[in-house]
């Protein structure tokens, strides 16, 4: 079993629709959560990121960590054809010599126009 | 400018071969990471350089070595190619070991035959 479970997909969406990305872990110790979004042929790019337990909103982006029942979820309002990309949630430890970041595999995700 | 480059973007050789891949980072970070990414998307952290200094160093098989002539450099040599190994390669760096932001480059496309 993976660290951090995430559907895959393929999801998709017609524009201006509200999205919601979700992902799920099994180490009790990650405090930090992520949110990469990966565009066809790019380098992952860090969208938003959460310290524990809450919501932070930035812009039509929200990002929401629920550590009670181990979950992440990222959620898209007013979706643009441009959000068309690769989700990949991540979490990391707090604690160690380095940040070591263990990603979901990533939901793939097309806006229609 | 771009901030973390990678040498070459696509890489096809044949079972055997042993081939290097080159990362350049130019944000002044202390800290450089080396990822494989595979098919289905699943990223998955090889090694993490701090200032030079090996400081992750995941259950890799030991024909893949990673090297950091200095900082802003590391490099990535594998022997002895094998199928499996075919996947993107990113390099990614971070401000220090403690930060979660990781700049990733455009990833090496290694395709064995």
């Known amino acids: 079993q993976k660290e951090v479970e995430q559907d895959p997909g393929p999801l998709s969406v017609p524009e201006g629709a509200i999205v919601s990305l979700n992902c799920t872990y099994s180490?009790?110790?990650?405090?930090?959560f992520m949110w990469y979004r990966q565009y066809s042929r790019k380098g992952p790019e860090l969208l938003m990121y959460?310290?524990?337990?809450g919501n932070k909103e930035d812009g039509r982006f929200t990002a929401q960590v629920d550590k009670s029942s181990k979950y992440i979820s990222l959620f898209i309002r007013d979706s643009q054809p441009s959000d068309s990309a690769t989700y990949l949630c991540a979490a990391s430890i707090s604690s160690g010599s380095a940040r070591q970041l263990t990603f979901g595999s990533g939901t793939q995700l097309t806006v229609l126009p | 400018d771009t901030a973390v480059s990678q040498t070459p973007k696509y890489l096809v050789t044949q079972m055997g071969n042993d081939k290097s891949i080159k990362c350049e980072q130019n944000?002044?970070?202390?800290?450089m990471y080396w990822y494989k990414q595979d098919s289905k998307k699943f990223l998955k952290i090889m090694f993490s350089y701090n200032n030079k200094e090996l400081i992750i160093n995941e259950t890799v098989p030991n024909r893949f070595s990673p090297k950091s002539p200095d900082k802003a450099h590391l490099n990535l040599h594998i022997n002895s190619l094998e199928l499996g190994d075919s996947a993107v390669y990113f390099c990614?760096?971070?401000?220090?070991?403690?930060?979660?932001?990781?700049?990733f480059g455009p990833g090496t496309r290694l395709t064995v035959t």
């Open positions: 959460t310290y524990s337990s």
């Open positions: 944000l002044g970070h202390d800290t």
């Open positions: 990614a760096s971070s401000p220090g070991t403690g930060v979660y932001e990781q700049y």
């Open positions: 180490n009790s110790a990650f405090q930090y």
